[in-house]
């Protein structure tokens, strides 16, 4: 099971966000995983099993999402910097987006 998943959910047409690009990268060691968000909005799997300590970032290309949902988007990545706290094995990491705002908080 992947130390990571995440959830998008489009506020402004109030569905979830399918097609999402994401990425995690580890600073110094690059790319992780990567995933496309599914029809209900999420990566259930999403780079290795364990997150070693280290500063973690998930890259949502929110301008490709923008442009396949006809909406015109301000953002065009959402980077969401992070540490794992020792002890806990699993990251959840949803993001609530809109053409001209988003909103993320850590999940359970």
Excluded: K, N, W
Aim: charged share 15%; proline share 6%.
């Amino acid at each position: 099971m992947s130390a990571v998943t995440t959830h998008v959910l489009d506020t402004a047409l109030g569905v979830p966000a399918a097609g999402v690009p994401v990425r995690l990268e580890l600073a110094g060691a690059g790319v992780l995983g990567a995933g496309v968000t599914d029809l209900d909005g999420r990566i259930r799997e999403l780079g290795p099993d364990h997150l070693e300590s280290g500063c973690y970032r998930l890259v949502f290309d929110v301008a490709q999402y923008g442009v396949a949902t006809g909406q015109d988007y301000f953002l065009t990545t959402v980077d969401i910097g992070f540490t794992p706290v020792e002890g806990r094995a699993h990251y959840h990491i949803p993001l609530l987006l809109s053409p001209f705002a988003c909103s993320v908080y850590r999940g359970s």
